[in-house]
């Protein structure tokens, strides 16, 4: 069983391979390498690859960090001595403690991402306020672009389960945005309350800050999987709690209507909560179990699932389908698929009667995916570094950029 989906876009492409369909590392032509993202603005850190530049006006209204206060990697410890920020007020959630094993790795970014559409500009990388040298994934954006939650990890996420200390150096955090433009410290948003040694993965948090859907490899027993499906050798389910100055409460498995002895795992919910559109190998699907379709579920007002349904093709095909996200206007479905190469994000237009229509394009590659949306447009996405001069290929890092709309 291939690992799909454990933690996060990394994990993806750790288990899909490493094609270098469309382009290989030898196109790289631009600067921007990955130690300097903290220097000299956004213009400098994220116009990877294209021809076109950074359009304007995308930093301006909405105070995006300069990011050249604190350039170094600890984030957490430079970030945590900044007192009096917007979040230190405004959150009961405590700093992280964790620390990066990783130092950046010298040189141009391997294979970067680029804007494949003309109505985003080209991708902007965060600062190494919030992108250190360590798996910055899974990111999750607020509607008014001011607070990032990911999932990180202190070193490589494989050898942390190797060396079974995944659960200690693994977490969900988040960051805000202070007035001056720079990136609070990261905080601890604590998915294990009563599951201590659970890996939580992707978040859905609510608009309103009130609730968050995630995805975990839980440590505990909930009685109805009796082992799993051969060749697959962990489970993943969805997981709710309600959150109350972001802290969120236990986590309440969702139930077996939608969990199951397969990977339940990346998702997007509707703001009210009741529809989930989740990540699965289940079989009813496209390919076998050791793919991933997009599955769609809905509660009624009582809270009672209905059946999951998977969504149809083209939205779906015998490759990985994975991380739903909708746009903002409701015209785009996104989601992510390896079905042209390497893994990267899509879209098909949809409408609120839950249709697809035309063929999906693809958005953002290679290497990308995890999209979520500020209510502005702002595409937040991760993109994962591979090191392609070594053999194997080596998976060092992910981050986390935006691409503006035009
Ligand atoms: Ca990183
Ligand atoms: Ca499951
Ligand atoms: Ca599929």
Not at 89 to 107: D, F, N, Q
Not at 108 to 134: E, H
Not at 205 to 225: E, Q
Not at 331 to 357: K, L, Q
Request: proline share 8%.
């Amino acid at each position: 069983m291939k690992q799909i989906a454990l933690m996060g876009l990394m994990a993806v492409v750790l288990a899909v391979g490493f094609c270098r369909c469309g382009g290989g590392a030898d196109t790289r032509s631009d600067g921007g390498p990955g130690s300097d993202t903290g220097g000299s603005g956004t213009e400098d850190t994220g116009n990877t690859g294209g021809d076109e530049h950074q359009p304007d006006g995308g930093t301006g209204d909405v105070g995006l960090p300069d990011g050249g206060h604190d350039a170094g990697h600890d984030a957490g410890q430079d970030g945590g001595s900044r007192d009096g920020g917007l979040d230190a007020a405004t959150t009961g959630a405590p700093l992280s403690t964790l620390t990066c094993e990783l130092s950046e790795r010298p040189g141009p970014i391997p294979q970067p991402p680029q804007a494949y559409v003309t109505d985003f500009g080209q991708p902007v990388r965060l600062p190494a306020s919030l992108n250190d040298a360590c798996p910055n994934d899974a990111v999750e954006v607020s509607p008014d672009g001011k607070r990032i939650y990911y999932s990180y990890s202190i070193n490589k996420l494989d050898l942390l389960v190797e060396e079974k200390r995944a659960a200690q150096g693994t977490e969900v955090r988040f960051q805000d945005l202070h007035e001056d433009g720079t990136w609070g410290p990261p905080r601890l948003f604590d998915l294990r309350k009563d599951d201590p040694d659970a890996l939580p993965g992707e978040t859905r948090v609510s608009n309103d800050g009130r609730w968050v859907i995630w995805h975990a490899l839980s440590a505990k027993d909930y009685g109805y999987v009796r082992g799993l499906p051969a060749g697959q050798t962990f489970d993943l389910d969805l997981f709710e709690a309600s959150v109350e100055n972001d802290v969120p409460g236990p986590g309440t498995h969702i139930g077996p209507e939608v969990n199951s002895e397969y990977l339940e795992g990346e998702h997007w919910a509707t703001d009210d909560g009741r529809t989930i559109y989740f990540t699965s190998n289940r079989p009813g699907g496209f390919g076998d179990i050791s793919t991933t379709d997009i599955w769609v579920v809905t509660r009624d007002a009582a809270g009672r699932w209905g059946t999951p349904t998977v969504l149809p093709e083209p939205v779906n095909s015998s490759r990985n389908e994975l991380q739903p996200a909708l746009s903002p206007d409701g015209v785009w479905f996104y989601f992510v698929s390896d079905r042209s190469g390497p893994a990267g994000i899509w879209r098909i237009r949809t409408d609120p009667g839950g249709t697809f229509t035309g063929a999906p394009e693809i958005v953002i590659g290679p290497y990308s995916g995890e999209p979520s949306f500020a209510t502005d447009g702002r595409l937040f996405f991760v993109h994962v570094e591979i090191d392609f001069t070594v053999s194997p290929a080596d998976v060092y890092d992910a981050d986390i950029y935006y691409v503006d709309p035009r």
